[in-house]
């Protein structure tokens, strides 16, 4: 069943990056970055309140967005991208402690026709799809090349500052880690105020201006799309201001 299913929805895919890259490596490397963001000008609220309102999840929501970043920025129309599966997909692993995770393919097809809302559904239900086939056949496996992956965390409490006792108190001290197995992991966090966010990325492969592009368009998209969700594709504007600032040349003779 597994084997079908896979074989049907990822066939005539061309596995080819999402998000060019800017340098071509004769050797890998290996070597990483990271990019840590906060957005200030849509709360977890409003977004939370967008996704209810539409009948969709938070984490819809925000792949939904990317889907249209790839599409807007790169002139993606038939892309994957990877998305996270819990793993426990039998009743007796709910309550077990373990790393069950599985990275799981996320086919998006797009054209300009369609309507914000119309992606964000379908996005909808392609996660509910692939969500009902999380073992992927080793044969299907190895042929994956999935260079972008996108992850929401929504933690059950604030992990910031862990009270174990009234004298003992336990604080989150970030880990920087100098090694990405993929090009780009992006990660997203909420609060009870912000969506927070952090880009591990291959340096030897994206310039960290290219990194900041990247997160800049993707929060002018969000906040458009929360706007006008009933917007077709092609009238929503992410172009930042400066980027429409006009260049004035003056040329001087002497």
Same mark, same amino acid.
Not at 101 to 122: A, C, G
Not at 159 to 168: G, H, K, R, W
């Given at each position: 069943k597994n084997t079908a299913f896979w074989d049907t929805y990822l066939r005539g895919y061309s596995w080819i990056n999402n998000v060019p890259f800017d340098y071509e490596p004769l050797e890998e490397k290996h070597s990483g970055a990271h990019y840590h963001f906060r957005y200030e000008s849509v709360k977890t609220a409003e977004l939370n309140a967008f996704a209810r309102q539409h009948n969709v999840s938070l984490h819809t929501l925000l792949i939904g967005v990317f889907n249209v970043l790839l599409y807007k920025m790169f002139g993606k129309e038939d892309f994957c991208i990877g998305t996270v599966n819990s793993g426990r997909t039998h009743a007796e692993l709910h309550n077990q402690l373990g790393m069950f &995770?599985?990275? %799981?393919?996320? /086919?998006?097809?797009?054209?300009?026709?369609?309507?914000?809302?119309?992606?964000?559904?379908?996005t909808h239900q392609n996660l509910l799809l692939i969500d009902e086939h999380p073992d992927i056949p080793e044969t299907i496996q190895s042929k994956l090349r999935l260079d972008a992956v996108f992850v929401?965390?929504?933690?059950?409490?604030?992990?910031?500052?862990?009270?174990?006792?009234?004298?003992?108190?336990?604080?989150?001290?970030? &880990?920087?880690? %100098?090694?990405? /197995?993929?090009?780009?992991?992006i990660t997203f966090i909420t609060n009870e105020a912000n969506l927070l966010g952090h880009i591990s990325y291959a340096d030897q492969n994206y310039e960290m201006e290219t990194i900041e592009l990247i997160q800049l368009k993707y929060e002018k998209l969000l906040t458009e799309i929360i706007k006008h969700p009933d917007s077709p594709l092609k009238a929503i504007d992410f172009g930042l201001s400066f980027e429409k600032e006009r260049k004035i040349e003056i040329g001087l003779n002497f």
């Open positions: &995770v599985k990275t %799981l393919p996320l /086919r998006t097809r797009i054209n300009s026709n369609q309507t914000i809302l119309e992606i964000l559904n379908q929401l965390q929504n933690p059950s409490f604030d992990y910031s500052n862990i009270a174990v006792s009234e004298d003992l108190h336990l604080e989150i001290t970030p &880990v920087m880690e %100098l090694f990405s /197995r993929l090009p780009l992991l």
